[in-house]
């Protein structure tokens, strides 16, 4: 079983930054480098999206759209915890941001893949961002 927890979100002005969190545990993830891991965001009236995820092994990194620059995906393995900083925000970065893992890894966690699309096995509650301008 796994369990993943976000933290970190916020309210900030536009231009500010944020770093948010998910602690994974459970049995099956002793180790989130055996997982394709990633970040999703869903705004008010829209569809989810894709943020940036990251790959088995913890070295090969994606990010989708308008935060390439602005968003860094990382890991903190002796934490088993996934990182985002998000900097140089937007009010339109305002989103709930969820947290996904799936053992898959390789073509279907690529930039092409089906991760992206969020087919992740495991999800968290989310932790809110909101952006005032």
């Known amino acids: 079983q796994v369990q993943l927890v976000e933290s970190g979100g916020g309210s900030v002005q536009a231009g500010g930054s944020l770093r948010i969190s998910c602690k994974a545990s459970?049995?099956?993830?002793?180790?989130?480098?055996?997982?394709?891991m990633g970040w999703f965001r869903r705004a008010p009236g829209k569809e989810r999206e894709a943020v940036a995820s990251?790959?088995?092994?913890?070295?090969?990194?994606y990010y989708y759209d308008s935060v390439k620059g602005r968003f860094t995906i990382s890991q903190d393995h002796a934490q088993n915890t996934l990182h985002l900083q998000v900097d140089n925000l937007k009010p339109e970065d305002t989103a709930m941001y969820y947290c996904a893992a799936d053992p898959r890894g390789g073509r279907y966690c690529s930039d092409s893949g089906i991760f992206r699309q969020g087919y992740a096995e495991y999800w968290g509650q989310g932790t809110q961002v909101t952006v005032s301008s």
């Open positions: 459970g049995a099956t993830i002793r180790d989130i480098r055996n997982y394709c």
């Open positions: 990251i790959d088995t092994g913890g070295v090969t990194t």
